[in-house]
């Protein structure tokens, strides 16, 4: 989601991330962003940015969905121009 974007930047500052953090904050967001959780209803349950990090829910376990949606091809394509994106 695209909202409250201060709100997250506040929260994000707060945590103040190192590497390792930073990292594990990365991988729980790739975890998050193919779980069939976030992929129900259309993406109606992803929680707001700042919620997500102020909860620390890059720590929760998330059910991996069968199509899994690669970031980098995903903006290596917008990139490109390309319309149709394998998601």
Same mark, same amino acid.
């Given at each position: 989601?695209?909202? /409250?974007?201060?709100?997250? @930047?506040?929260? $994000?500052?707060?945590? /103040? ?16 962003? /193919?779980?069939?959780? $976030? %992929? ?17 829910? $890059? ?15 995903? @903006?290596?394509? @917008?990139? %490109? ?7």
């Amino acid at each position: 989601r695209k909202r /409250n974007k201060f709100d997250a @930047m506040q929260v $994000w500052n707060t945590l /103040n991330p190192d590497d390792e953090l930073f990292e594990a904050i990365m991988a729980g967001l790739d975890k998050a962003i /193919n779980s069939k959780e $976030w %992929k129900e209803q259309e993406g109606r349950f992803i929680p707001y940015p700042a919620t997500w990090l102020r909860k620390s829910r $890059w720590l929760d376990e998330y059910t991996e969905d069968e199509i899994h949606f690669d970031r980098f091809e995903y @903006m290596m394509n @917008m990139r %490109k121009g390309i319309d149709k994106v394998n998601i």
